[in-house]
């Protein structure tokens, strides 16, 4: 019975791949999906590490980014700029946590749900961090396009540079890097 709600769990997570987001991949040809994203911030994680705030758990920090989006399954992806979206995210994301953790078996479900919590939270070194390079890998490789995602909706460079600023809760020297890209996109004038 446990393995079979494991796999059960697995094979649904399959549906993640089929997320769409509104970041290019680093070449530009198209939009990543959230289990590319994810995978990507598992590597930021990895890499990174050393630039954390506080020290962290790195194998609890990877899990973290490997189950955070796991809700957009069932809520989709909400656009870091969309406040509108906001608005009901939590709520969505919330309904999602209960379905899709639900499907594993009971000390698995309490163990994703609580890094799951801990990550909308904020709420431990780890959190703070899987959240501050969840916030910079999209401004990452928005900045190595010219901002072409951010052209497309319209975002100012003022909106950029104030909601960057999360970053600084889990890493003030990945944000003091990222500080320094967003000036320089404000400088070539690829932002209003």
Known sequence: ETLEK???FIMELDKIKNIPRQTYISDGSRKENDAEHSF???????MLAEYANEPIDVLKA???VLIHDIVEIDAGDTYFFDDKGYETKRDRETRAADRLFGLLPNEQRDEYRTLWEEFEAGSTPEARFASSV??????????????????????SYEQVKERGKCIKGGSEKLWEHMDALFDDVHNKGLLK
């Open 134 to 155: 969840d916030r910079m890998q999209p401004m990452l490789l928005n900045y190595l396009k010219d901002g072409i995602s951010w052209r497309e909706h319209n975002v």
């Open 40 to 46: 990507h911030l598992a590597l930021f994680v990895i």
């Open 6 to 8: 494991q796999l059960a």
């Open 62 to 64: 990877v899990k973290t």
